[in-house]
């Protein structure tokens, strides 16, 4: 045997055994967006349901609603709001002056009216009176005051949010607030996009609704409505969710530890953290990549597929700490190509794609940017299809479970039982978990549009 191809082998050997140290990086916001925005509303205003929550459907965003438990606001409205995937938090009792006394008991109180994935993990002060602060840690991820300026702070946090997560503050919003106009709104998102900090808005109830008691401070519908158009397409940058799962997200995130290592074609991420409590699993997905050469890649946490996108020479995808081992494997078994590969190749986005609406055009999940994750991947509805309303499945070994859109526009599920159930917006977003119950269920109905099903490991398709 000549000495080249014994030191080729000897190579080979090696390489199959070694293992590589690589970085997974998580991202400072999900979808490694600039910034962070989180919408709050105060009082548990009928408007809350009957307006804030169409308008905020319409763009596929979540906002956080604080109710005060005695005023018993329209539990069913709100449940329906939890189920879309909003936050509904504590906003107290009574809306005394001081909600001292009541940190434990309105969370308890609201928890027993309210199901929601996460819990009741934020509070909003009455009057904006910070109360017993350690009741307030000893309950909730993230208390909230309101300006920032009132307390000599500013409006706007940084990346890890407040200095004390007891005082977190909101710019208040409408007549009596600093933020009456879209313009407003947006000169604070554009402001944390350039300082990757966060922005969170304080607003009761809407000029012209009906808003039992949140009468102070009525802020133009129209103001957030265009505020949030402009974040749909500023999408890439801003990331706007509820104030409880970006606390989530920032204490998972400086927490987390995300070990990466490269064995036998494949590479293995543990994402792991221990500030697990009472209060939280800190289960909120982050948002991760890895350095990555290959044109492919499979996903899996726990041996389930997870949304992935390949871009600039990382793969990115978002994963629940704690949850499993994380394999990143090259489709059809090749593994990824060696990161000293010169040749990244970007997917494209086809002409052949269902036409998307302008607005989904400048979301982050349907380009190739650089900047964000793509749980659809490069091209999420593959070849034009027409919008009827059956769907196929990808998959023809799953046979039990089928996804359709039924004639009252709901997305109904059957043959899955046991089987978690996601279902994302066009953005990617997570708008909807469930679990399947057997025969057949409606898992959700919301605004025209396409959205992706996962049952179990498999994904469906579905316009409504
Ligand atoms: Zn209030």
């Given at each position: 045997?000549?000495?080249?191809?014994?030191?080729?082998?000897?190579?080979?050997?090696?390489?199959?055994?070694?293992?590589y140290?690589?970085?997974a990086?998580?991202?400072t916001?999900?979808?490694?967006?600039k910034?962070a925005?989180?919408?709050?509303?105060?009082?548990?205003?009928p408007?809350?349901?009957?307006?804030?929550?169409?308008?905020?459907?319409?763009?596929?965003?979540?906002?956080?609603?604080?109710?005060v438990?005695?005023?018993?606001?329209?539990?069913?409205?709100?449940?329906?709001?939890?189920n879309?995937?909003?936050e509904i938090?504590s906003?107290?009792?009574?809306?005394?002056?001081n909600?001292?006394?009541?940190?434990?008991?309105?969370?308890?109180n609201?928890?027993?009216?309210i199901?929601?994935?996460?819990?009741?993990?934020?509070v909003?002060?009455?009057?904006?009176n910070?109360?017993?602060?350690s009741?307030?840690?000893?309950?909730?991820?993230?208390?909230?005051?309101?300006?920032?300026?009132?307390k000599?702070?500013?409006?706007?946090?940084g990346?890890?949010?407040?200095?004390?997560?007891?005082?977190?503050?909101?710019?208040?919003?409408?007549d009596?607030?600093?933020?009456?106009?879209?313009?407003?709104f947006?000169?604070?998102m554009?402001k944390v996009?350039?300082?990757?900090?966060?922005?969170?808005?304080?607003?009761?109830?809407?000029?012209?609704?009906?808003?039992?008691?949140?009468?102070?401070?009525?802020?133009?519908?129209n103001?957030?409505?265009?505020?949030?158009?402009?974040?749909?397409?500023n999408?890439?940058?801003i990331?706007?969710?509820?104030?409880g799962?970006?606390a989530?997200?920032?204490?998972?995130?400086n927490?987390?530890?995300?070990?990466?290592?490269?064995?036998?074609g494949?590479?293995?991420?543990?994402?792991?953290?221990n500030?697990?409590?009472n209060?939280?699993?800190?289960?909120?997905?982050?948002?991760?990549?890895?350095k990555?050469?290959?044109?492919?890649?499979?996903?899996?946490?726990?041996?389930?597929?997870?949304?992935?996108?390949?871009d600039g020479?990382y793969?990115?995808?978002?994963?629940?700490?704690?949850?499993?081992?994380?394999?990143?494997?090259?489709?059809?078994?090749?593994g990824?190509?060696?990161?000293s590969s010169?040749?990244?190749?970007?997917?494209?986005?086809s002409?052949?794609n269902?036409?998307?609406?302008?607005?989904?055009?400048?979301?982050?999940?349907g380009?190739?940017?650089?900047?964000?994750?793509?749980?659809?991947g490069?091209?999420?509805?593959?070849p034009?299809?027409?919008?009827?309303t059956?769907?196929?499945?990808?998959?023809?070994?799953f046979?039990?479970?089928?996804?359709?859109?039924?004639a009252d526009?709901?997305i109904?599920v059957?043959?899955?039982?046991?089987?978690?159930?996601?279902?994302?917006?066009?953005m990617?977003?997570?708008?909807?978990?469930?679990?399947?119950?057997?025969?057949?269920?409606k898992?959700?109905s919301?605004?025209?549009?396409?959205?992706?099903?996962?049952v179990?490991?498999?994904?469906f398709?579905?316009?409504?």
């Amino acid at each position: 045997m000549d000495k080249k191809i014994l030191s080729s082998l000897l190579a080979f050997s090696f390489g199959c055994g070694m293992v590589y140290a690589q970085t997974a990086e998580i991202g400072t916001w999900a979808g490694f967006r600039k910034g962070a925005a989180s919408f709050t509303f105060d009082d548990g205003a009928p408007s809350h349901v009957s307006d804030a929550g169409p308008m905020f459907k319409k763009y596929g965003y979540k906002a956080t609603f604080n109710v005060v438990y005695n005023w018993n606001p329209d539990w069913n409205g709100f449940q329906g709001l939890a189920n879309e995937g909003h936050e509904i938090a504590s906003h107290s009792n009574s809306h005394g002056n001081n909600m001292s006394g009541e940190e434990a008991s309105s969370k308890t109180n609201i928890g027993g009216r309210i199901k929601q994935k996460y819990g009741i993990i934020t509070v909003a002060y009455p009057n904006c009176n910070v109360p017993n602060e350690s009741a307030v840690k000893q309950n909730y991820i993230v208390g909230r005051i309101c300006n920032g300026s009132w307390k000599g702070m500013n409006d706007e946090m940084g990346k890890d949010g407040p200095s004390n997560w007891a005082q977190t503050p909101a710019t208040m919003t409408g007549d009596e607030g600093q933020l009456k106009t879209t313009n407003d709104f947006t000169g604070r998102m554009q402001k944390v996009i350039q300082s990757n900090g966060w922005a969170a808005f304080l607003t009761h109830g809407f000029q012209g609704k009906q808003n039992g008691n949140a009468n102070y401070s009525p802020t133009d519908i129209n103001a957030i409505d265009g505020a949030l158009k402009w974040a749909q397409q500023n999408d890439k940058d801003i990331w706007v969710a509820p104030m409880g799962f970006v606390a989530m997200y920032i204490k998972e995130r400086n927490a987390s530890k995300a070990e990466a290592s490269t064995s036998g074609g494949n590479i293995t991420v543990k994402l792991t953290h221990n500030i697990k409590d009472n209060i939280s699993d800190y289960d909120y997905p982050l948002s991760l990549r890895v350095k990555y050469s290959g044109s492919t890649a499979n996903v899996t946490q726990a041996g389930a597929k997870l949304e992935s996108k390949i871009d600039g020479g990382y793969v990115y995808f978002d994963a629940v700490p704690n949850e499993g081992d994380i394999v990143i494997a090259g489709e059809g078994g090749s593994g990824p190509i060696p990161e000293s590969s010169s040749s990244v190749e970007i997917p494209q986005t086809s002409s052949s794609n269902t036409p998307v609406s302008s607005s989904s055009r400048n979301n982050p999940w349907g380009q190739s940017s650089s900047s964000a994750t793509n749980p659809w991947g490069p091209n999420p509805w593959g070849p034009q299809s027409s919008s009827t309303t059956a769907l196929t499945a990808e998959t023809v070994d799953f046979s039990a479970v089928a996804v359709y859109r039924t004639a009252d526009n709901y997305i109904e599920v059957s043959g899955a039982k046991g089987m978690p159930i996601t279902v994302y917006n066009h953005m990617g977003q997570v708008i909807r978990t469930t679990r399947g119950l057997g025969m057949v269920q409606k898992v959700f109905s919301g605004a025209k549009g396409k959205y992706l099903v996962k049952v179990g490991n498999k994904t469906f398709k579905v316009s409504l």
